[in-house]
């Protein structure tokens, strides 16, 4: 009754009811105005028209069938025996996705390999392996197909020298490694003592060895200290408003409860770590990630850094066929990719990818 009320009167004809409810609406009044504006401004809407179309879409998100995605964890196991095993516990293998929409199609026990991500299998929306044998062995890795994105993109080379600057719980730190082969080093940081610690347990269980745990501040790091003197990739996923995770009880994203203190206290941190990761001395790639919707984390954050960087960073397209595109009027939107439930069945994500324009003076 009251969701019905607080739509009429926002979105309807006005108030048309009486007595304790007219009272309790009149009361909330300015509160609700308030919430409405709220999300206007966080959506970027300027009107109650527009706010409605921007829950129809989140509703129609709801209706998507997101498939399970998997990785593949090379470094325990491979494509191939994974694939095999499946087929061989009851599962069918469809070949390689050509589209979303063959994503979408996945019923029952069907599976495919990404369109996008090589190591990525895509099974039917609802499917569980959180007690599957190959996830209990660290031979698949639950993580979400956007997910996967910002170590692919970084791609780093075997034996190279990568810093994950935020890397618990270690899912993305544990791809750098399969992707490196395990040969190498990285340097996985976090300021969060049981974060990281649940990091180093997942680790080990995904069979990585070339990694080193840092327990601190990421900002507080020297990039000119002699450890770090190798270190070419950065991959840069900051902690953020998860504003793109997907709310699995409604099915919609948790965006307006974000309060416009908290984003400007998210922003104003991952402003200084994307600037301090560019500072390295030898850094070639970085790649800045998070799973927010807001312009404020994303866009807003690489063109206020870029423009510190503008001679040594330029961004670059790192998936040409990727069709969602950063948003906003920065001209290096269109450089930025962004995921969502509604056009890629993957939950909200953003990914910017950052490359040295100059040789560093100590080659
Ligand atoms: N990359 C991780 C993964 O894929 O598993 C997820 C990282 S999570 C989005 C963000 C992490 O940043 C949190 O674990 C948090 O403790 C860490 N963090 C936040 N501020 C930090 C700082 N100043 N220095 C280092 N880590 C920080």
Known sequence: MAKLLVYDYVFGKGLKCGGHWKLLMRKNHGQLNSIVARMKVSRHLSSNRELLSSFQEAADDTG????????????????????????????????????????????????LTDLHLPDVLAFAHGTDFHDHELYRCGNIILQD????L??????????????DCCAAPGNKTSQLAAIMKNKGKIFAVDRDEARLATASTQLLRAGVTCHVLLHTDFLQLDPHDPRFRDVRFLLLDPSCSGSGM??????????????PD???????FQYLALRHALSFPRAQRV??????????????????????????????????????????????????????????????????????????PLK
């Open 64 to 111: 998507r069938q997101i498939p399970r995605y998997c990785r593949v964890n090379v470094l325990r196991s491979s494509m191939h025996d994974v694939m095999d095993y499946f087929k061989r516990h009851g599962h069918t293998y469809l070949g390689k996705a050509r589209s979303v929409k063959d994503l979408e199609r996945l019923k029952n026990n069907e599976f």
């Open 145 to 148: 197909k956007a997910s996967c």
């Open 150 to 163: 910002p170590a692919f993109l970084l791609a780093p080379t075997p034996g190279a020298h990568v810093m």
């Open 246 to 259: 997907l709310n699995r009880h409604v099915g919609q994203v948790d965006e307006e409860k974000v309060s």
């Open 262 to 268: 908290r984003l400007a206290a998210l922003s104003g």
């Open 287 to 360: 790649v800045y990630s998070t799973c927010s919707l807001h312009l404020q984390e994303n866009e807003e954050v690489v063109q206020d850094v870029l423009k510190h960087f503008e001679n040594s960073f330029r961004l670059v397209d790192p998936l040409p066929d990727w069709p969602h595109r950063g948003e906003g009027t920065f001209p290096g939107a269109a450089l930025c990719l962004r995921a969502s439930a509604h056009s890629d069945l993957t939950s909200g994500f953003f990914v910017a990818v950052f490359e040295r324009v100059e040789q560093s």
